[in-house]
């Protein structure tokens, strides 16, 4: 298991955001040589589309450099101009070729880590110009396993490559006194032999990006507390988060007793809940709960009502269900119009006959 640098175990695996704060840095699983073997595969590839219009255009330079050339008058002001009339075709190869290999390139970056720009590598950092890192990076374990594989490949690129050309050779000794005929065959020899190391080349860099992906995800890895403290970010101190919960919850408790007074009648359980109800005829087409509340709740909502001599009914089954059912500030449901009715109906006689 890898280990932090407070000697931590890295147990868990990274995280989305984890990694996204990696790729920021500029620290993203990429292979060089696979990279490398599929722009020499295209590249190979586009060299042999491009043969004959290649040859015709070499041809065509060298048949202007032994002729014409020799014979125009070059000059500081006309040097440039002259060169470039002599070779265009060429140029127009090679500038295509260029292009083509400059998007291959893009293509292979993209498939790998995708499109994602970042200046914080370009970024000036004491680490980087310290030399104890620079020998650290070169002569620690990870420089000397890069240093030992780099060696492996080479020499099984070698030995491959004298394979190739061994088994080929004896077939190659006859000299053939077709000039052109031997050129094409030998271009085409190299080309096939380009592509067997290029080939060979492509499995080892799949290999190489296999184990980049795994050191990416190993050095990204994350010790318990690392992970708490991210998902802390992520979500929010839930501490800081129950306390704004709790003032929330004081502030509507707070607002909710200020609209005791103005209740026509608190229905009671007697003890355990407390809901106070408001009807207006005229601005409501139902009673209204103002109020509600259990346990304490209850009993500040019955002292405000007692306070300002609001009528309370003791009536447990309906206390109960417009607790639970309805919402302060919501009119009650229409399956308690008649007892809350009566109710109401009986609390407006009393205030009549107290007047």
Not at 137 to 150: E, K, V
Not at 336 to 344: C, D, G, M, R, S
Request: with cysteine; glycine share 6%.
């Amino acid at each position: 298991m890898a280990e932090n640098e407070n000697g931590a175990e890295k147990s868990e695996m990274p995280t989305p955001k984890r990694l996204s704060q990696s790729r920021d840095q500029g620290q993203v699983a990429y292979s060089h040589e696979a990279s490398t073997a599929i722009e020499l595969l295209c590249g190979f590839t586009v060299m042999l589309m491009m043969a004959p219009w290649l040859w015709s255009s070499c041809t065509s330079a060298l048949r202007w450099s032994f002729g014409p050339g020799l014979r125009s008058e070059l000059t500081v002001d006309n040097t440039i101009e002259t060169m470039i009339q002599g070779h265009l075709p060429l140029i127009w190869i090679t500038a295509i070729f260029i292009g083509c290999m400059m998007v291959v390139a893009a293509l292979v970056g993209f498939a790998q880590v995708g499109f994602h720009p970042t200046l914080q590598p370009l970024e000036p950092k004491l680490s980087k110009i310290n030399p104890m890192t620079g020998l650290g990076r070169l002569f620690g374990i990870r420089g000397m396993i890069r240093f030992a594989t780099n060696v492996v490949k080479l020499v099984l690129l070698i030995v491959l490559a004298w394979s190739l050309i061994s088994w080929r050779l004896p077939s190659e000794i006859v000299v053939t006194t077709a000039l052109e005929a031997r050129l094409a065959d030998d271009a085409m020899a190299m080309w096939k032999l380009s592509m067997l190391l290029a080939a060979a080349m492509l499995i080892i860099g799949m290999g190489d990006l296999m184990y980049q992906r795994w050191q990416h995800t190993r050095d990204n890895m994350m010790t318990k507390q690392e992970l708490k403290e991210e998902f802390k970010q992520m979500e929010g101190n839930q501490e800081v988060k129950g306390k704004m919960r709790q003032m929330a919850r004081q502030m509507a408790q707070r607002r909710m007793m200020q609209e005791v007074p103005k209740a026509d009648v608190i229905i009671t359980n007697p003890t355990h809940v407390a809901v106070a109800l408001k009807y207006d005829q005229k601005e409501m087409a139902s009673p209204v709960v103002l109020a509600k509340g259990y346990d304490e709740v209850a009993q500040k909502i019955k002292a405000i009502a007692a306070e300002h001599g609001i009528p309370m009914v003791e009536n447990v089954t309906l206390a109960r269900a417009l607790a639970r059912e309805v919402q302060v500030g919501q009119p009650i449901k229409a399956k308690w119009f008649k007892p809350v009715a009566e109710i109401l109906a009986a609390v407006y006689r009393l205030r009549r006959g107290a007047a």
